[in-house]
């Protein structure tokens, strides 16, 4: 097909498709639903799925868009099928949408708060339940119930799972060292660059920076050992309440000299106590510290855990290809497939043209250029130069757009122009986004036919393409360090401040650590220890809910549950019963095993039964009674006081003369303990009061 030919076809599917933009509007597929490979005269395969076909040209929606083919170009239609007429869509498309929907309630609650989630009823309460978690809530506090459809959205793999995490600031990469591992993303720690936890037994891994130690004694031999023991030493001491046993010895790391180092350290504030491992080298001015640890008690059971997720960490190499992308650390940036069907190549002899992009369809080229930077001080003033190169080397260039935009985070420009390609045969559109990276200028380029009939597809494509990069400052070890330094001693100040029983004092200097490291897991842990220790439980409560986010760890449980106790208490003796007995309820959800959360509770109910009763509202005595039942289940004490409260019930009754009513307390009394001497002896007053009541009225009658 020659060159005119092709125009005119691609002038009739650009007017065909303005037309169908207007009159047609197709349905959307499921995913795989009438897929079909489209084979053009001049060789090419489009895939994708038609939504219209018309006299003159099919329309296929394909992954970058809707492309509109000239029946005069195909030559072949394989699999799938056409759009339906209009009319005729019916259940089946019905069903995929409901299927990717679901219900959720919003609740309105008195207090002006509102809760969003999936509902399901527990009784007096309800349970929403979200992608935070899961909420009980007392139906009493309910203002307003809404419900909504809404999408639910695709599940997407969580970064916690993910099979490697890379650090490109400092070329390293961690795979999982099984399934049970999870990686902490962000790191609730401010040294620790990475961090990966498992459970069942409980292990944490992390990579850690340390200051860089004198040139002299970075060498791992026999003569420095004394000196990296009182360098580790000082370190571990600052940070811990106590450490012993601390063991330092050479050995041998994926082939490399390294310190290994063994002890036992215990935390100032919790006093928790754990084991563990290092793994010391330099590399460069970084000062690497691999470190795995767990509970003292589990250092047996999690001894090939720890070695195993120390053996997890290596070093990436000054450039890494693989199917998925391409990244250079020496220019600062990577690139990724736009999509499953490309191909990313690596072209390790070229550096000046070090990666190319081939797209599954066309003759469409992208590829990355890298050049020196100078003389230029920004990538406006490099694409002034290649214009002025392109006009004076070919009468053919015609600029058709330049643009100033952002690649990666980084600025950028973007041309736009008309040419021939090599050759001069035939005239190609060409688009090249030009970043400055340090010492380097690079250049993402795409070129096609300017008469190529896949020309939406192709600009979606460069589109896709110039999204997936990404611009990355290699990071300088001493920098990071002190950063994270800077959080941490904050947060050493705090710890100090508790231990010396001083938590007002702890607030500011823990806030500090958490300003400078605003996901330092622990920090928020023991300010909200800090807030609890103050009476501010509220607050406390705040910092634990964000604390338990970033550490997923058990004893975060325990904590809440105390500051949940401790203002239970508060309110019983300001006498608010009923938040005292939420409290010590949420409390013991924490810690289920903590039987003075329950004895608390029973005590707190018992007031306040004898309370309510003091004050006539029997009815209410009971059903709360009753309802703490559910809380504390055998609890034999509930039940006497609520047999208590009926006889007390029964005996006011009868002194109002409400007989009828007294009786009926009774019974309920008798009903739940058959054989009590009291309810029995009230019982016969109640029914002696009302046999003389007969006896008087019938006295009366005659």
Known sequence: MGPTRTIAAAATGVAFLLVCALLVAGRVRAEGEGEVEIRTKDGRVIAGTIVSEGPDAVIVETRFGQVPIPRADIAEIKGGAAAPEPGTEGSEAEEEVEAETETITILHLKDGSVVRGRLRDRGAYVEIASDRGSVLI????????????VRRPKATPSPAEAPQLKDYGLGFVVGRPSADWRF??????????????????????????????EPLYREVEPRNLDRLKAVAGKELEERYRSVKALRVSIDRYQGAPVWRLRYEAETRVFGSRHAYREVRFHRGDAHFVLVAYCPV????????????ALASFSFMGPVEATDDGYVSFAAGYRLA?????????????????????????????????????????????????????????????????????????QPAVELRYHDFGEGG?????FRRLLVLRGDRLVELAGSRAATDVLGPENERAVDALFATFEAFEPDSPAQSYARGRRALERRIAGEKRLDERSPAAAIPELTSAIDLYPTYGLAFLLRGKAYADTGNFKAALRDYDVADDLLDDAAVARLVGQAQAQ?????????????????????????PENKKYREDLVRTVLDWSKTLTREGKYDDAVRRLKESQRDLPGETRIDKEIVRVYQEQ?????????????????????????????????????????????????????
Not at 191 to 208: H, K, N, W
Not at 369 to 382: I, K, S
């Open 138 to 149: 007392d139906k009493r506090s309910i203002k307003e119930k809404k419900e909504e459809v």
């Open 184 to 213: 902490d993303e962000p790191s609730p720690d401010p040294l620790a660059r990475m961090q990966m936890r498992r459970r069942d037994p409980l292990a944490v891994f992390q990579v850690r920076l340390a200051p860089a130690l």
């Open 297 to 308: 008690d589990l250092e047996r059971a999690a001894e090939a855990d720890l070695e195993a």
């Open 337 to 409: 497939r736009p999509a499953p069907d490309w191909r990313v190549v690596a072209r390790v002899l070229e550096p000046a043209a070090p990666v190319e992009v081939l797209a599954p369809f066309g003759d469409a080229r992208y590829g990355v250029n890298v050049g020196a930077a100078a003389p230029f001080r920004n990538a406006a003033e490099a694409v002034d130069a290649l214009e002025r190169t392109l006009e004076a080397k070919s009468r053919f260039y015609k600029r058709l757009g330049r643009e100033d935009r952002m690649a990666g985070g």
């Open 425 to 429: 045969v035939r005239l190609r559109e």
């Open 567 to 591: 203002q239970a208490a508060t309110l019983r003796g300001e006498g608010d019963h009923e938040g005292a007995v939420k409290a010590y309820q949420s409390a013991i959800r924490n810690e």
């Open 650 to 702: 029964a005996t006011k009754l009868r002194q109002d003369d409400d007989l009828i009513r007294a009786r009926n307390a009774i019974r309920k009394a008798l009903k739940l303990e058959p054989e009590n001497s009291r309810s029995q002896q009230i019982l016969r007053q109640i029914e002696e009061s009302i046999k003389k009541k007969e006896e008087g009225k019938k006295s009366g009658k005659k």
